[in-house]
């Protein structure tokens, strides 16, 4: 095995105080609840390696991810008691898994409850549904005795609409407050990110960022608050001289009109910056704009140089400030972290 990382062309650097910033100002806006944070999707296509040290330092206790194949990763910074596992256990190896890990799962039916009682049971979370009607216990499975005999800590649902101002908020949480009613547990969760900024009566004793911790910004509650977390950097791989009646890139979809320096750089649909990118989308260097231009190719895309002084070697950034990158791109800011490819150096 090689000693020395590879060289480079491609870095994602995550700016941890950024991160812990936004932790702490979650956690802050959460509160008397405190604050965990969902991890989930190789923290949000960040790296758990990078995030979950940087959320511990900040003060979160509580992790989520969604599958039993995200525990190892995060299990290699904090403890199983602190992991939950938010699809829950599906068979009798994901129940040992659990119990041999210590992690949590979030039961979500009274299969699941089941399951986890018959392969012995133990802490666990529960999600209740209340308006999702994507997983979780119904209210009309609630009096089951399979819950009255459950160990449960963590009793969740989770909100549809909360970056709306949007009736169906009101309305889960009263399901939600029946359902804390009905079913004895430790603790409570209802809020993510946008839900944080609904108020005190959505916090309850635990919040659940994801998005926001990564520098998105849900809605407007939050804006100011949150700093960007992400910043894509790569380098240019070649600098040509355009003519006019040139054209660029695969079907031609770009005709230079004039004399143009144009620059390859080295990242493409491959690495999560899709075509939905080359519309309007540019890169940036020295404070100089370097519009796309042609089709996005798997692993470059072409910018328009301008008069930048740019050589092959020198590094660009594309802007990842995640509200405006999802105006441009027309990606939610979800999905603009959560495609990040493989081929970026992480740094933080
Ligand atoms: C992903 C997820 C979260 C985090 O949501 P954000 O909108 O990213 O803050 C919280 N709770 C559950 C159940 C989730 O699936």
């Known amino acids: ?30 509160g008397s609840a405190s604050a965990g944070a969902a991890v989930k999707a190789d923290g949000y296509g960040l790296g758990v390696e990078h995030v979950v040290p940087a959320l511990q330092e900040a003060g979160a206790r509580a992790f ?9 990763g995060v299990l290699a910074h904090v403890p199983g008691e602190q992991v939950a596992v938010l699809h829950g256990v599906a068979n009798a190896q994901e129940v040992a898994f ?45 009096g089951d005795p399979l819950l009255a005999g459950a160990d449960i800590d963590l009793l969740l649902s989770h909100l549809a609409s909360a970056e709306d101002d949007s009736p169906q908020n009101g309305r889960q949480l009263a399901r939600f407050r029946e359902a804390v009613a009905q079913v004895p547990s430790r603790r409570r969760s209802l809020a993510n990110s946008a839900g944080i900024a609904l108020g005190p009566d959505y916090h309850f004793d635990l919040t659940r960022p994801g998005l926001a911790l990564y520098g998105g910004v849900p809605c407007d509650e939050l804006a100011g608050q949150i700093r960007q977390v992400a910043h894509v950097e790569t380098a240019v791989l070649q600098v040509r001289q355009l003519q006019p009646g040139d054209t660029v890139g695969y079907n031609a979809t ?6 143009t320096r144009s620059a390859t750089v080295a990242l493409g649909y491959a690495d999560g910056i899709l075509r939905s990118w080359g519309a ?43 509200p405006q990158a999802a105006q441009t791109s027309g990606l939610t800011q979800y999905e603009l972290l959560t495609v990040l490819g493989h081929r970026f150096a992480r740094t933080s």
């Not at 989520?64 to 190892?72: G, K």
């Not at 799962?105 to 986890?116: D, E, R, T």
């Not at 042609?294 to 400030?321: N, P, T, W």
């Open 98 to 142: 659990a119990r041999a890990t210590g992690t949590v799962p979030v039961l979500n039916s009274l299969h699941q409850l089941a399951l986890w009682q018959a392969g012995g049971g133990g802490r666990c979370h529960v999600m209740v549904d209340t308006g999702m009607n994507r997983l979780g216990l119904s209210a009309g499975e609630l």
């Open 254 to 259: 770009w005709t230079a009109d004039r004399p």
């Open 64 to 72: 989520f991810v969604a599958h039993w194949s995200e525990v190892p």
């Open 280 to 322: 309007s989308g540019a890169l940036h260097h020295d404070g100089t704009r370097l519009p796309i231009i042609g089709r996005v190719s798997m692993d470059m895309i072409v910018v328009d140089l301008g008069d930048a002084q740019l050589k092959e070697g020198d590094f660009c950034r594309l802007s990842y400030d995640l």
């Open 1 to 30: 095995m090689l000693a020395e990382l590879p060289p480079a062309s491609l870095r994602l650097r995550i700016d941890r105080a950024a991160l812990i910033d936004n932790w702490r100002a979650l956690d802050r806006l959460s």
